[in-house]
């Protein structure tokens, strides 16, 4: 009798806890769900704070009160997968930006890379990515522990997380079987095939896994200053077949994982992979002006022959009205004018009655003065070292038609000294 006991009140605790994992799991992808609603969308999508309050509230309950469960993968290879995440999300930036080089259509980044607009953008996708990978890796866990038809929910819950991830609002807009077939290529499918992609990481590897493989991407798409803008048919076909075919890779590396083959060495690789990814961030950062000190490439010779075309010159920003009014005559600054940058010397300071100062600029190789006098607020910074010849490939990629037009002498010679960053 004690032992039947036993037994059923153990098989009573088995059931409450299966019970408290179903509805922790439910709760993990009606928050998805949700999310999915073209209202709440818009109204995420109007602030970082409103999206940071709804998926921040949503783990920070999951961490305090939900209890933690086990998936499939091995805790031993787990970090193994890690590195294949990493890896997968690399090689995908990779693709995307060597077809956009060989297509020529590398845009400026639509996002703000200043230091505060990188922070929004973190904390508009990171929460995000880690409650939605979260309630997978749950779902798929507590399937494996509770569930009698086990692949068919790890099937179900892979299209639900898909389809949540689709621009639903986006369907009413569409107007023709063009732009619906479109929508299919570019939107829908690349986001289902995306999906697989991280069931196999996070069946495998945990939350973690599918994390890092969609933080790398999102995280480097909203801080590099250039992104390839790809025509809908490219951009669906890497969306498309590029995680069918890393899955198919992965479902052959699986395997050998579990007889230990090819783990040795995995983590210096997979922290070389993001060493070089985060600096070439750093470097784009510094070349588009993100940091104090930024690079400018000369492409005349008004400044000759202190500056020459190609080299490259290191701009340091004026950042409040005490350094205006530090500027002296003779100091080489960079400003604005127009739809170009100019490298010029400060020939005359002019303080009128109110104190208030404007700025007579001159190339030193130009023999008349530029014409207009120049204002405080159009001046960038100030050149505090030239670096000869580096920007010379820069140089070489621009026609001489390139070159603006606008800032001329008295014998119409162009004195303009355009920067490109």
């Known amino acids: 009798m004690k032992l039947q006991r036993r037994s059923a009140t153990k098989r009573e605790k088995i059931m409450l806890s299966d019970r408290k994992y179903r509805l922790v799991a439910l709760f993990l992808l009606a928050t998805a769900v949700c999310s999915a609603i073209p209202a709440v969308k818009q109204t995420m999508g109007a602030s970082p704070y409103n999206s940071l309050l709804y998926w921040g509230s949503a783990l920070s309950i999951f961490l305090i009160f939900c209890p933690r469960i086990h998936i499939f993968g091995q805790l031993r290879n787990q970090e ?24 020529q259509t590398l845009k400026g980044s639509p996002y703000d890379h200043s230091i505060p607009g990188i922070f929004y953008n973190v904390i508009a996708i990171f929460p995000a990515i880690m409650v939605r990978e979260i309630a997978r890796a749950y779902a798929f866990g507590t399937a494996w522990r509770t569930a009698k038809h086990r692949i068919a929910v790890v099937g179900a819950v892979t299209l639900l997380m898909a389809v949540t991830d689709i621009n639903l609002g986006k369907i009413a807009q569409l107007q023709s079987y063009k732009e619906i077939f479109i929508y299919l290529v ?21 939350a973690k896994s599918g994390i890092l493989y969609l933080g790398i991407i999102e995280l480097f798409y909203k ?38 083959v090819g783990m040795q060495g995995s983590k210096k690789l997979d922290l070389g992979f993001l060493a070089a990814l985060f600096a070439s961030v750093l470097f784009a950062w510094f070349c588009v002006g993100v940091f104090r000190i930024y690079p400018s490439t000369i492409l005349t010779g008004s400044m000759e022959p202190m500056i020459r075309p190609g080299d490259v010159v290191l701009i ?59 204002k405080p607020q159009d ?26 037009e606008g800032v001329v002498d008295q014998e119409g010679e162009v004195i303009v000294n355009e920067s490109s960053k």
């Open 186 to 206: 570019r939107d829908v499918l690349p986001t289902f095939t995306e999906s697989a992609l991280l069931s196999m990481l996070v069946f495998y590897g945990g």
């Open 316 to 374: 340091r920003k004026l950042v409040d009205e005490q350094e205006i009014y530090e500027l002296a005559e003779g100091d080489i600054i960079n400003f604005k004018r127009q739809d170009f940058t100019v490298t010029h010397r400060i020939e005359e300071i002019i303080t009128d009655e109110a104190g208030n100062r404007t700025f007579r600029t001159k190339g030193d190789n130009n023999k008349s003065a530029d014409t207009e006098l120049l």
């Open 223 to 260: 801080t590099f200053p250039f992104i390839p803008e790809l025509m809908w048919l490219i951009d669906g076909t890497i969306g498309i077949t590029y995680p069918v075919l890393y899955l198919m890779w992965l479902a052959e590396q699986l395997p050998q994982l579990k007889e230990g």
């Open 80 to 103: 193994a997968v890690n590195g294949y995440a990493i890896r997968g999300a690399v090689f995908y930036i990779l693709i995307c930006f060597f077809a956009g080089v060989i297509a």
């Open 379 to 404: 001046i960038k910074g100030t050149i505090i070292r030239v670096i000869p010849k580096v920007g010379l490939p820069i140089l070489l990629m621009h026609s001489q038609s390139d070159i603006p």
